[in-house]
């Protein structure tokens, strides 16, 4: 079982894009959501996180502002809407799902990955 990911690609600083992860195989309801993303030599980094069954919702401060996490439970989705990026988002992101509430579910390891999609952020 894992988790998939779509959007991506490649965007102009100052732009923007959307990522959606979804499971094809079990239902997100009672998990919280999260994205990671690893940048080119740095450790990966989780970044925000929702709660399905309630919608609320988490964000590091890198992405706080600028990105916008949504969740559809009728299409077993979760959407982020990345706006106003910059060179410093360019990254791969990754969505990941746990059994523990979001925020604290990022004391735990994750239960399923996704296998990640690369957003590169260039003139």
């Known amino acids: 079982e894992q988790l998939v990911e779509s959007g991506g690609g490649l965007v102009q600083p100052g732009g923007s894009v959307n990522l959606s992860c979804t499971a094809p195989e079990f239902t997100l309801y009672y998990s919280g959501v999260h994205w990671f993303r690893q940048a080119p030599g740095k450790e990966r980094e989780g970044i925000l996180c929702?709660?399905?069954?309630?919608?609320?919702?988490y964000y590091e401060e890198p992405v706080e502002g600028r990105f916008t996490v949504s969740r559809d439970n009728a299409k077993n989705t979760v959407t982020v809407e990345m706006n106003n990026l910059t060179p410093e988002d360019s990254a791969i992101y990754y969505c990941?799902?746990?059994?523990?509430?979001?925020?604290?579910?990022?004391?735990?390891?994750?239960?399923?990955w996704g296998k990640g999609i690369l957003v590169t952020v260039s003139s």
């Open positions: 990941a799902a746990s059994d523990y509430r979001c925020p604290e579910s990022f004391h735990y390891d994750m239960d399923y």
């Open positions: 929702i709660n399905m069954r309630d919608g609320t919702t």
